[in-house]
């Protein structure tokens, strides 16, 4: 096991990077404790795969540095480095038996027999896959070849850190959750480390112990899923994180005040603000369960006609539209008793109300 830190740590794939957007992953501090469960969170190209391959050896970090346990490592050969890692498709041979499967690595190292026998059986109970042991792996399905592909790292004993690069992708969906619980049980009885690469918020959320949120090779936000839910630190992570993503009114600067057109909201303009300053673009963030649908306009700060209902099982999501025409969406489970064309009054929770200046968190509007 290894505390993780990755130190100005950043890669340009060309040898003679330009510019900052040159920068495949633009350098970044951050730290991976040990033992923790962490995602890996993005859009497609925004450099998951690089910083994973960084951190595992497969690609040498064009800056920075990078410590397993304030140990220097940035130089160490991948396979000094005691890292494993499970790809999008399991990398397994198909011709061998399960028991081969897990054994090799082991082998590879040297490993006596006896040994070998006994931590492929560990494993194999830790994976549920001893009843498969002497079967041909080809014969498994896409989750058991990925189980296969995480227990050839978890045979290793002296495995630091387990980094998976979008395992589940492969699996279908109620598999997809079985596995991750697996890998939570694992986390939790082997106290390994264990980094996953997804573009999935909600797998995000529902795996890791803290996530990592990259945009164009930038950390935008690392924190814990309540963190990154309550307070997204810009307004990339309030559309990312939380489905549907956090909603964005536009507030208008008028004399020492902020206030909308769209709700009946007038805060003063916090003290650092320059009046009248017609640059900056200021926004109200306010997720969707945070919204509260009244019937009585007057205890509300506005008023919206439904024009979408979304059932999502015991939530809905209800898109509204208010008379300037600007569209909240709010989450509810009282969807059922609602009908398109109904009015609501909009009530929100101010300490739920975020202040954001120009796409970056200023303050809580409350
Ligand atoms: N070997 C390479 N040589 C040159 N450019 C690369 C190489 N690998 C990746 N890139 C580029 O670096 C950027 C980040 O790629 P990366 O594979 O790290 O993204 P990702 O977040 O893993 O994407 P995905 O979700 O599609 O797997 C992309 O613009 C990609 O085209
Ligand atoms: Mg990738």
């Given at each position: 096991m290894a505390k993780i830190v990755l130190e100005n740590l950043g890669h340009s794939y060309l040898s003679n990077p330009k510019g900052e957007h040159d920068f495949a992953l633009k350098?970044?501090?951050?730290t991976w404790e040990d033992g923790k469960t962490y995602a890996l969170l993005g859009p497609s190209g925004c450099g998951k795969t690089t910083m994973l391959n960084i951190i595992s050896g497969l690609v040498p970090p064009s800056h920075g540095r990078?410590?397993?346990?304030?140990?220097?490592v940035t130089s160490v050969p991948t396979s000094a480095r005691n890292i494993a890692q499970v790809f999008q498709f399991p990398v397994i041979y198909s011709t061998k038996t399960v028991r081969q499967n897990l054994a090799f690595p082991l082998e590879c190292r040297g490993m006596t027999p006896s040994k070998i026998k006994q931590r492929v059986a560990e494993v194999a109970t830790l994976l549920d896959l001893d009843y498969a042991l002497d079967m041909p792996a080809r014969k498994l399905s896409a989750d058991q070849k990925q189980l296969i592909s995480l227990g050839r790292g978890l045979v290793r004993e002296d495995v630091s850190a387990i980094l998976l690069d979008e395992p589940l992708t492969v699996?279908?969906?109620?598999?997809?959750f079985m596995l991750r619980r697996k890998l939570r049980?694992?986390?939790?009885q082997t106290g390994m480390t264990m980094i996953l690469v997804t573009h999935d918020q909600s797998e995000a959320m529902s795996f890791a112990d803290e996530i990592v949120v990259m945009k164009d090779g930038l950390v935008q936000q690392s924190g814990t899923p309540e963190e990154l839910f309550s307070q997204p630190q810009n307004d990339f992570v309030g559309?990312?994180?939380?489905?549907?993503?956090m909603n964005m009114i536009t507030l208008e600067p008028n004399l020492g005040s902020l206030s909308t057109e769209a709700i009946n909201l007038t805060k003063p303009?916090?003290?650092?603000?320059?009046?009248?300053?017609?640059?900056?673009?200021?926004q109200m963030g306010i997720r969707p369960e945070?919204?509260?649908?009244?019937?009585?306009?007057?205890?509300?700060?506005?008023?919206?006609?439904?024009i979408k209902i979304e059932h999502l099982g015991v939530d809905g999501v209800v898109t509204l539209k208010l008379p300037t025409g600007v569209i909240i969406k709010a989450k509810t489970r009282k969807h059922t008793e609602m009908t398109l064309g109904d009015t609501f009054g909009i009530r929100v929770c101010k300490k739920n109300a975020l202040l954001y200046i120009d796409g970056t968190?200023?303050?809580s509007l409350n």
């Open positions: 350098p970044v501090n951050l990078l410590l397993f346990d304030d140990q220097d699996i279908d969906p109620q598999m997809k049980e694992i986390n939790r559309y990312f994180i939380g489905s549907p993503p303009l916090p003290a650092a603000m320059p009046v009248g300053n017609n640059v900056s673009i200021y945070h919204i509260v649908m009244v019937d009585k306009e007057s205890d509300s700060i506005g008023k919206g006609t439904i968190l200023s303050s």
